[in-house]
């Protein structure tokens, strides 16, 4: 009678697994990377669709100015004034954070829980007011 050999197959350790796991994300981080980089300033074209970092950043700036606007001119809900601070203060802009937040309490002085609201929202994001 004739033996059927059984063939191992070979065994890895978890080592090894990891060590190729993690070799694996570096290389497709790596060119995650490279393709974000790949459309810097320079490589920017006219009508092509692509933005620069720059022209991003103005057009988020004009965006909340445009809102800060219409809020200051018409008033807001509590909910639209609270954007407004957290937007300046995402932008890094804590002087107008604190000023929309003045306008906000303002604006919603009638409204004694709104203005309370305000208050928590700010020290909640480290305004001192």
Do not use: C
Not at 63 to 72: E, G, I, K, P, Q
């Amino acid at each position: 009678m004739e033996k059927k050999q059984i063939r191992k197959s070979p065994v890895f350790s978890i080592d090894a697994v990891v060590f190729a796991t993690i070799l694996v994300l570096g290389l497709l981080i790596v060119n995650v990377q490279a393709q974000q980089t790949s459309g810097t300033a320079d490589t920017y074209k006219e009508g092509s669709g692509e933005s620069t970092p720059v022209s991003r950043d103005a057009m988020l700036n004009a965006n909340v100015d445009s809102f800060a606007d219409r809020l200051h001119k018409n008033g807001g809900s509590l909910q639209e004034w609270m954007k407004l601070v957290r937007y300046y203060g995402v932008l890094g802009k804590n002087k107008k954070a604190l000023k929309a937040l003045a306008d906000a309490k303002k604006d919603l002085r009638k409204n004694p829980q709104a203005v309370r609201r305000l208050n928590r929202f700010a020290k909640f994001l480290g305004l001192k007011s």
